[in-house]
């Protein structure tokens, strides 16, 4: 699922948004890997799809001189698109062999990132992928309140979207949190494995945390959801005021 997020990048153009719009516009694949036997929970998917955003960011292949490097800083210095498809069978296996990064997650969900490519220049191995069909359940009801140490992305409760949509916007919130951290969070988070939950609060919750001071997604309302609706907040031990 396709989301338009603008969370502003870390070497933004000078200007603002226009000028993010007027650039060379760039995606990060994600691809979960969907048998029709043997699906992936839910809030796993999430959580393996916000994990698999931050390991790619932190690879060092995208950092410096490395062979991602400038692809991520096209793709950041312009809006920050995230498309999630679906691959089974042969066709996952066709996905996992291009140069990328699997994340499997805690109950086994399995998200593959790819480097940044160009709107119009999707592999063909990517681009007959489906994006619609990711509509996952959780076996059992996911806890509602995650430990209070540890970094928690919060789903607005007022909106229902796919879960390839609300995996986009989990990665969104992931990549926002790791903007606003210091290096030394940045590398305790990194060594720790990237430890999250993904919870969905009542609604008093959900005002209190937009009202935090947090990082808040706000999308673009291309797909599903209306025009800048709060999707997720992002809650990082080291971001709490």
Known sequence: ????????????L????DDRDQARQFVLPLVLHLEKTDPPARTDALRAAARAVL???????S?????????????????????????????WRKAAALDGITVTGEEGAEVRVFPPIPLDGWPKELAKLQVSGTDLEDPEPP???PGPSGPVLWLNPDLDMSAGK?????????????????????????EAGFPLAVA???????????ASGLPVVRDAGFTEIAPGSCTVVADHPALRR
Do not use: C, F
């Not at 699922?1 to 933004?12: G, K, L």
């Open 55 to 61: 390991t790619i960011l932190s690879d060092e292949r």
């Open 1 to 12: 699922m396709t989301s338009n997020d603008s969370p502003a990048p870390e070497n933004p």
């Open 166 to 190: 609300t995996m986009a916007q989990a990665g969104h919130g992931a990549q926002l949190a790791w903007w606003e951290l210091s290096d030394t969070a940045r590398k305790a988070w990194r």
């Open 63 to 91: 950092l410096g001189d490395g062979a991602w490097a400038e692809a991520m800083r096209d793709w950041q210095d312009a809006r920050i698109r995230k498309v999630v498809r679906r691959a089974r069978g042969a066709e």
């Open 143 to 145: 806890a509602a309140a």
């Open 200 to 210: 969905t609060p009542g609604a008093e919750r959900w005002r209190e945390l937009t």
């Open 14 to 17: 000078p200007g603002g948004p």
